[in-house]
């Protein structure tokens, strides 16, 4: 037997653990590589919600202090004790929540939407939440 076919013998033998082993090694990679894209996805995810939370951030506060400055100020001052009915405060709520919906970004509603459930049903208390910290005063002053 000579070196050749010697050698072409040994590479017949080895060709089915060498294709495993490419296999294994190709399995691996995109293994990796998956992971890899999942991250990716998770942080485009995790700055597309955390982008859309400021935004509703600044518009709630626009919307309550919107509200307060036009609304509010003005029912207030049209009653015997300067405080609203409940009816007042419903009118408000519902000032408040049209202005929020029609100056947030619609790109962002989706993704508070996809995130948190349909806006009807968390709105209400998000903007009471910025009303509160307004009254208590932990948002600052617009300069």
């Known amino acids: ?3 050749s076919a010697f050698a072409l ?3 017949e033998i080895l060709l089915p653990v060498i294709a495993l082993f490419l ?3 190709i399995g ?3 293994a990796l590589l998956r992971k890899k894209i999942e991250g990716i996805d998770n942080e485009i995810a995790r700055q597309s919600l955390s982008t859309a939370l400021t935004e509703a951030e600044s518009v ?3 919307a309550v202090r919107a509200t307060n400055q036009v609304l509010v100020n003005e029912l207030r001052a049209k009653s015997e004790d300067g405080k609203l009915t409940e009816d007042e405060a419903k009118e408000a709520m519902g000032v408040a929540k049209d202005y929020f919906l029609g100056h947030i970004t619609s790109g ?3 993704i508070l939407e996809a995130s948190l ?3 009807q049903e968390w709105l209400e208390g998000f903007i009471e939440a910025k009303l509160s910290a307004e009254k208590r005063g932990l948002i ?3 300069h």
Do not use: C, N, R
């Open 108 to 110: 962002s509603l989706e």
């Open 1 to 3: 037997m000579t070196l």
């Open 23 to 25: 296999v294994a090694l």
């Open 28 to 30: 691996y990679g995109v």
């Open 140 to 142: 600052s002053p617009v």
């Open 9 to 11: 013998e040994l590479v």
């Open 117 to 119: 459930g349909p806006v």
């Open 60 to 62: 709630g506060i626009d």
